[in-house]
């Protein structure tokens, strides 16, 4: 399988096995959409909280 890629892996893995992909419910969807959310908010506390430190640094200096 090296040199595939993970669509063809898939699609071969569900023909073989016959199994059916299982769709997320509504609450998993909602769950995923806090996650992603929460990530993005990450981001940019992360480079708020960078400024702030680099200002303190160059204060200080």
């Keep these: 399988m090296k040199n595939q ?3 063809e892996i ?3 893995f ?3 096995t016959g199994a ?3 769709l997320p419910t509504p609450e998993e969807q909602a769950e995923m959409k806090e996650v ?3 990530e993005r ?3 940019v506390d992360r480079k708020k ?3 702030t430190i680099d200002e303190r640094n160059r ?3």
């Design 5 to 7: 890629r993970s669509e």
């Design 10 to 12: 898939l699609a071969r």
């Design 14 to 16: 569900l023909a073989e």
């Design 20 to 22: 059916q992909p299982v």
């Design 36 to 38: 992603e959310e929460m």
């Design 41 to 43: 908010q990450g981001a």
């Design 49 to 51: 909280q960078k400024a």
């Design 59 to 61: 204060e200080r200096d």
